[in-house]
């Protein structure tokens, strides 16, 4: 527990309005998206680095836990406070700093919600491709500490592939910086790598460069539906095999489906056993042709209908459909849990068969939706937590899924982050060699672990490990 | 200097025929493609992982420096054993171990000549992008050391976003991996981003999973020959601005035409100010309609003429004229000082006058070519060693084009490395804050100070920095 004296010297630093610290405003602070839970002593928003800087100052003289927030959306715990201390909340460090069209980048606090970056380069005929499902809510700091992925991932890449630069502070409250605005940069470690994905637990975010590019000129979006499941699996490797990239590649199994449909009555097919969801985007030509081409293959696949948007309002539609997913699969039983497998895209199919499987066995409902075309699935089992022996089923399902996701060559989280959530997973994916060296990383840019405390590693991070 | 002993337990691991240690053998292994040198005590030539854990691991035990190396035609002097101890010689670990067509990556150990991998995956219609110009001769290990780029990077980016996941050897020889081959990733720490141009001062790579992407249908390169360099900055400004992105934008100064052509004789415009060399891959229709925008953009900006290669063959004399252009300069006089600085896009032409200017004020010759879409150029200054006036003018030039090239919002190095090179220059670049950090970083993966020591840092990185 915080001593009260230090709540006022944090007032002293950010202003008394930037302070929270009765206990009914602390409440809210204690949650992201996921089941976890803490309780922070004072949520503190800083409006400048300086802020920051002054924060870390004291949080190190005083060894307080501190943990980064942006909307909390996030799907792994990162953000939930669980050792108390500071939750520094980066909203109010919102404004988009720089948007350079002779340069194609753009400078950012971490406030800014990542919709808003993509609405505003738009406006200049760019685009700044990751567009995280949360994306009107979830903020760059929060989508840059957990590398957050999107529907345009298959071609695009991640939030990572688009950061070029940051201004940080350590957890001693020194202020660093780190790549810069040049597309090339190989002068000493990429600490912009290590510190994006890094969720809060080496420094905090205060700045963030991300590179953008030319918004494509066309788009033209899909929606294919398959009797089987499996005739979707084997349309996805083959795509990929093919060539083809589109930027979107897209599966929403039966159960999803139908929760969709139940939530948004959009019109999707009910007795479908999966929608695989395609936009290729690019030069008109090209575009045409690719989707020519995806439609050949989709029927040749045995897919039973193909719906094309034929505008804007249709494409939106298909897209809202997508977006909907967790939701709407949220909506259907009081828990829900999202898991972030992602396996070798030609093992797409095998991982669809693995989770059907494990639903089947231990009697549990798992509507699986995701990033197909990245082998990045979410199976999202749908649940009752009071229901504590269907929670003990839940707890071996989550556990077997991570098996079979590492079985075949995947890993634990494509785009969500390890937070809380995923952590005692770690040392089976990276064994106690590749732990070690991250520990070392952690307990040599935080060693006195205030950083977000308690996520990524279940073992106190030590150098000597 | 090692004890003979501890080399004879080193011909133990590695095999007799794998150990070099007569002075005259050694001298070869003391160089790069830079200026500098050193003198290591004995070469060691690994063939497996284990091999060069247990290297690691009597290196650790002794506190002797190890310097990996490829093929040593790194730019910074990354290879060059300047503190004496292990040369390990990473050439016999040089398979293709896996080409997935199915997921579209490849494994490969360090060994394999960049060229090599290229020219096998393109026989299973795939592209490897990064093709630095020495990919004939470097290794993918020392590629991936230095993040090398290449004449591909506009478009299609760097080492480094090509490189999923490796195996690596620790300082004190424990093997780890990261990442993996899955195309989404954010399961803890970006380990392999961190390797990734980190020239071996942080572990020994002996193992490299690339993605790999569909090679491009068409290609069409294309040259234009201004009278005037302002014209040929104006116009790579204009092209980026214009929304194009073409896999190639060269270019190559008077000097530098002059000395290809001395060198090589394929006809190069003498008279020429500037060269600007294009390439569009992808699509036929695309490339077409790209080719034909460069072209009239190129002639809007003052372009005196336009060549477009009709086929393979025009297209490799281009190529070879652009890759041609250090050889060229380098045989102009006895010493060649090849720099790296890269600034934002649309300052190339402020950065070629800042060249321009420093040349002439301190009376020496500089060539300039390299990357222009990517602002990243080379100013290759032609001088001679044994002439020591002239070399402290060669060398407050070098310090003014770094100054040139920060001011400018820019790098130290867009795609060599700092190795020895540039190690003076990272803290005007960083600040102490910056360096503190990396500084830490070195010293937690490598508390003795033993891989590549020396590099990078002027300063013996510590913890407590």
Redesign the interface.
């Known amino acids: 527990m915080m001593d009260s004296s230090l709540i006022d010297q944090l007032a002293e630093i950010v202003g008394q309005k930037n302070v929270l610290r009765a206990p009914e405003e602390l409440l809210t602070y204690g949650y992201d998206a996921t089941r976890d839970e803490g309780r922070p002593d004072c949520v503190v928003f800083p409006t400048t680095t300086e802020h920051v800087s002054a924060v870390m100052r004291l949080a190190s003289e005083h060894t307080i836990p501190v943990c980064a927030r942006g909307a909390a959306s996030g799907l792994s715990g990162g953000s939930v406070p669980i050792t108390g201390g500071i939750s520094l909340a980066m909203t109010r460090m919102n404004h988009i700093l720089e948007i ?6 753009a400078r950012v606090e971490p406030g800014v919600v990542v919709a808003t970056l993509i609405d505003e380069v738009a406006k200049h ?1 760019l685009l700044y491709p990751p567009d995280p499902s949360s994306m009107r809510t979830c903020t760059m700091g929060g989508a840059v500490a ?2 957050a ?1 999107g529907l345009r ?2 071609k695009y890449g ?1 939030t ?2 688009y950061v070029i630069g940051l201004t940080a502070v ?1 957890a001693d409250g ?5 790549g ?12 912009t ?2 510190l ?3 969720e809060g637990t ?2 905090v975010i205060t700045e963030i460069t991300v590179k953008l ?3 494509p000129e066309a788009r033209r979006s899909l929606m294919a539906i398959f009797g089987d499941i499996r005739d979707a699996g084997r349309t996805v ?1 083959e795509v ?2 093919s ?3 589109p930027a979107t590649l897209e599966i929403m199994d039966r159960i999803t489906i139908n929760a969709v449909e139940d939530a948004k009555g959009i019109g999707l097919p009910r007795e479908a056993d999966a929608l695989l969801l395609f936009e290729s985007d ?2 008109p ?2 575009v045409e ?1 690719e989707a020519a081409r995806i439609e050949e293959i989709c029927r040749a696949n045995g897919a039973s209908e193909i719906r094309v948007a034929a505008d804007d309002e249709e494409r939106e539609s298909i897209y809202t459909a997508r977006r909907a997913s967790l939701p709407s699969l949220a909506r259907v039983k009081p828990t829900c849990i999202l898991e972030d497998a ?6 797409v199919l095998e991982m669809l068969n693995a989770v059907n499987e494990i639903a089947e066995r231990h009697g549990l409902v798992i509507g699986t939706f995701g ?1 197909a075309g ?3 699935l979410h199976p999202t089992i749908i649940c009752d937590e009071r229901d504590a022996e269907e929670m003990e089923r839940v707890e071996r399902a989550i556990d077997e899924i991570f098996e079979a996701a590492l079985r075949l ?10 937070g809380l959530a ?1 952590r005692r997973y ?1 040392e089976r ?3 106690p ?2 732990m ?3 520990s ?6 935080d ?1 006195k672990n205030i950083l977000n405390p308690g996520k ?1 590693f279940e073992v106190t991070p030590c ?1 000597t490990s």
Chains 1, 2 share one sequence.
């Not at 350079?100 to 980048?105: R, S, V, Y």
């Open positions: 350079n069209t002779d340069d194609l980048f005929g957990e590398n992925g991932g298959l991640v990572k592939d350590a020194r202020v660093f910086h780190t810069g605005v040049t597309m090339k940069n190989v002068s000493g470690y990429d600490m790598k290590l994006v994905g890094s080496l420094a590019i030319p918004a490797s990929i095999r060539g083809l990239i690019g030069d030509a090209v042709k992602t396996v070798p895209r030609s093992k990033h990245d082998g990045n060559g995947g890993t634990l989280s494509g785009e969500h982050g390890i995923k770690m994916q990276f064994g060699e590749g070690a060296m991250m070392r990383v952690k307990a040599a840019l060693p990524i150098l």
